[in-house]
């Protein structure tokens, strides 16, 4: 998910029920990261690749925040979207 392979990619279980995953990275020091890259799938079920992306951040540890939240995604295959974080 975070080694730049596109044969590496994250499946919520059984998606087509509504079920939702959650993806974290912790950094070695304090960061100000301004944009999140997504890319879809690369095989032939590029569309189960995630429709709503809410990003958040926390600076503390304790209070998250909710920054860039794009819903009803539609995806091709290996398609990269760039997500804006604000804080």
Same mark, same amino acid.
């Given at each position: 998910?975070?080694?730049?392979? @596109?044969?590496?990619?994250?499946? @919520?279980?059984?998606?087509?029920?509504?079920?939702?995953?959650?993806?974290?990275?912790?950094? @070695?020091?304090? *960061?100000?990261?301004v944009?999140?890259? *997504?890319? @879809?799938?690369? %095989?032939?079920?590029?569309? %189960?690749?995630?429709?709503? *992306?809410? #990003?958040? $951040?926390?600076?503390?540890?304790? %209070? $998250?925040h909710?920054? %860039?939240?794009?819903?009803?995604?539609? $995806?091709?295959?290996?398609?990269?979207?760039?997500?804006? #974080?604000?804080?």
């Amino acid at each position: 998910m975070f080694d730049g392979n @596109a044969n590496t990619f994250y499946i @919520a279980a059984n998606n087509t029920g509504g079920a939702r995953g959650q993806m974290g990275y912790t950094f @070695a020091a304090p *960061v100000a990261p301004v944009e999140c890259r *997504v890319t @879809a799938r690369n %095989d032939a079920y590029f569309g %189960d690749s995630p429709k709503d *992306v809410p #990003i958040q $951040w926390c600076s503390d540890g304790i %209070d $998250w925040h909710t920054t %860039d939240s794009p819903t009803g995604l539609t $995806w091709t295959t290996e398609q990269i979207r760039t997500l804006s #974080i604000t804080p």
